[in-house]
Nanobody
C-alpha cells in the first residue's frame, strides 16, 4: 500500500508563490511517475503537472506552463510543485498521485493512470 501526504497549501495573493510537497511511503518511490492534480469546487479533478520516474521528463497542463515546476527527490521519496505567478483560477484542492506504471518514460496525465492519491491540500489564491 502506498501512502501519500501533501503539504504546503495555503491562502496567497494573486502573483504570489507556493511550493507544495508530497511525501511517499510504502513502495519503491523512484520507480514510478508522480503527478499533481487539482479540483476546484464543483469541477472535475484536472491534471496539473507530472514527472517521470527518473525526473528526466515532465509534462504540464497548458494553463500552468511557464508558471509551475514539478520536481522530485527520489532519495527523500518526495515530489514538489513550485507554483509561481499564481492566479485566482489556480484555487482548488491539490492532490498528489502515484502512477500505476513502473519505469515508464512518458509522463502519464490521465487520472486513470494513477492508482494512489493523497488527501489533498487546499490552495486559495485571492485577487
Amino acid at each position: 500500500q502506498v501512502q501519500l501526504v501533501e503539504s504546503g497549501g495555503e491562502l496567497v495573493q494573486a502573483g504570489g508563490s507556493l511550493r507544495l510537497s508530497c511525501g511517499a511511503s510504502g513502495r519503491t518511490f523512484s520507480s514510478y511517475a508522480m503527478g499533481w492534480f487539482r479540483q476546484a469546487p464543483g469541477k472535475e479533478r484536472d491534471f496539473v503537472a507530472g514527472i517521470n520516474w527518473s525526473g528526466g521528463r515532465t509534462y504540464y497542463a497548458d494553463s500552468v506552463k511557464g508558471r509551475f515546476t514539478v520536481s522530485r527527490e527520489n532519495a527523500k521519496n518526495t515530489v514538489y510543485l513550485q507554483m509561481n505567478s499564481l492566479k485566482p483560477e489556480d484555487t482548488g484542492v491539490y492532490y498528489c498521485a502515484a502512477s500505476i506504471y513502473a519505469l515508464l518514460d512518458p509522463v502519464p496525465h490521465r487520472p486513470s493512470d494513477y492508482g494512489y492519491w493523497g488527501q489533498g491540500t487546499q490552495v486559495t489564491v485571492s485577487s
